[in-house]
């Protein structure tokens, strides 16, 4: 025997247990282990047992930036990436491009190509082109002038005719007058008389007129007289008209005149260079109205002075 106890021999008996591995026997020879075999009177030098020293374990790795202690944090947790942003936006042009093509794209190539059809003309409904005013007087007058009627009103009328006489002319002229309505259109006959007289409709007076007339103002020292001339229709019944007419005899005979012209008397038989009219004189000097069927026209005049004036530029 060497000294040397072998691993497996133990005073213990029964079964052996595996438990930790034993501690390594490490035999180092020093002078000092030999000294003491000498003293013992060992005849060959015995090395000594010397267990190693228990192994340090080795320090863990640890980052400087890391906080003792915080193990969680052992791992910087990588940065978000911009990945998926890039696919939602793919996504959307993707989808935007799909709809491009099956509404625009896909009908443009699967329809065939149809003729656009040809633009009608614009219709010319609600165009109003005026009617001119042509005067009924053979030869020229002195002075012309023209009004424009927002309507027919009796007020309207005399408000514009007034205006008109305001800037007065010399004695014993006659001016021509235009009644025009808001469109610059010759206003009808049938609705100017009618708004003197308002018992007659302006259909039952265009059966025997033309719609065009001739409205004038004669000026003299009493005063601004208003007068008409209308055309009477070569298919108007005549005797008709005549019988009707005589209306005007019991109407306001004011409705003509600028001013009040007084109370006027019965109407009487008169004439106009042999061509007979009817007359009723009024309460103030130079009132007197005149009205009669000569050749062929109708005329309403409310100075006789006037009448006589108008006559001869109408071939009476």
């Known amino acids: 025997m060497n000294g040397f106890t072998s691993p497996?021999?133990?005073?213990?008996?029964?079964?052996?247990?595996?438990?930790?591995?034993p501690t390594p026997e490490v035999n180092i020879r020093t002078?000092?282990?030999?000294?003491?075999?000498?003293?013992?009177?060992?005849?060959?030098?015995?090395?000594?047992?010397?267990?190693?020293?228990?192994?340090?374990?080795?320090?863990?790795?640890?980052?400087?930036?890391?906080?003792?202690?915080?193990?969680?944090?052992?791992?910087?947790?990588?940065?978000?990436?911009?990945?998926?942003?890039?696919?939602?936006?793919?996504?959307?042009v993707i989808i935007g491009l799909g709809l491009?093509?099956?509404?625009?794209?896909?009908?443009?190539?699967?329809?065939?190509?149809?003729?656009?059809?040809?633009?009608?003309?614009?219709?010319?409904?609600g165009i109003i082109t005026p009617t001119p005013h042509n005067s009924l007087f053979l030869m020229p007058v002195p002075d012309e002038a023209e009004i424009n009627l927002e309507n027919f009103l009796f007020s309207t009328i005399t408000n514009n005719l007034q205006l008109i006489a305001a800037n007065r002319l010399p004695d014993n002229t006659i001016q021509e007058v235009a009644v025009l309505d808001a469109?610059?259109?010759?206003?009808?006959?049938?609705?100017?008389?009618?708004?003197?007289l308002p018992t007659l409709t302006p259909t039952q007076l265009e059966t025997w007129f033309e719609d065009d007339f001739t409205a004038f103002i004669f000026y003299d020292a009493k005063g601004a007289w208003p007068g008409y001339v209308a055309k009477i229709k070569n298919s108007a019944n005549?005797?008709?008209?005549?019988?009707?007419?005589?209306?005007?005899?019991?109407?306001?005979?004011?409705?003509?005149?600028?001013?009040?012209?007084?109370?006027?008397?019965?109407?009487?038989?008169?004439?106009?260079?042999?061509?007979a009219t009817r007359y009723a004189v009024g309460g103030i000097p130079?009132?007197?109205?005149?009205?009669?069927?000569?050749?062929?026209?109708?005329?309403?005049?409310?100075?006789?002075?006037?009448?006589?004036?108008?006559?001869?530029?109408?071939g009476i």
């Open 31 to 92: 002078t000092e282990s030999d000294i003491k075999s000498i003293e013992r009177g060992e005849s060959m030098p015995v090395p000594e047992s010397v267990l190693p020293p228990e192994t340090e374990k080795e320090p863990s790795f640890r980052p400087e930036t890391q906080v003792p202690g915080d193990i969680t944090g052992m791992e910087e947790e990588p940065p978000k990436g911009k990945k998926p942003w890039l696919w939602i936006i793919l996504g959307i």
């Open 183 to 196: 469109h610059e259109s010759q206003v009808p006959w049938s609705s100017y008389l009618s708004t003197f």
């Open 100 to 125: 491009l093509a099956y509404f625009v794209v896909f009908p443009l190539i699967s329809s065939p190509p149809t003729s656009s059809p040809t633009p009608s003309p614009s219709p010319t409904t």
């Open 286 to 314: 130079g009132a007197a109205l005149n009205y009669g069927f000569v050749n062929s026209y109708f005329i309403v005049s409310t100075s006789y002075d006037g009448l006589r004036a108008a006559a001869p530029l109408l």
């Open 8 to 21: 497996n021999q133990s005073g213990q008996s029964g079964e052996q247990k595996f438990g930790a591995p």
């Open 238 to 275: 005549i005797d008709t008209a005549k019988a009707t007419l005589t209306i005007l005899e019991t109407s306001d005979l004011s409705k003509f005149y600028l001013s009040p012209p007084g109370v006027f008397g019965q109407f009487k038989n008169g004439q106009i260079n042999g061509k």
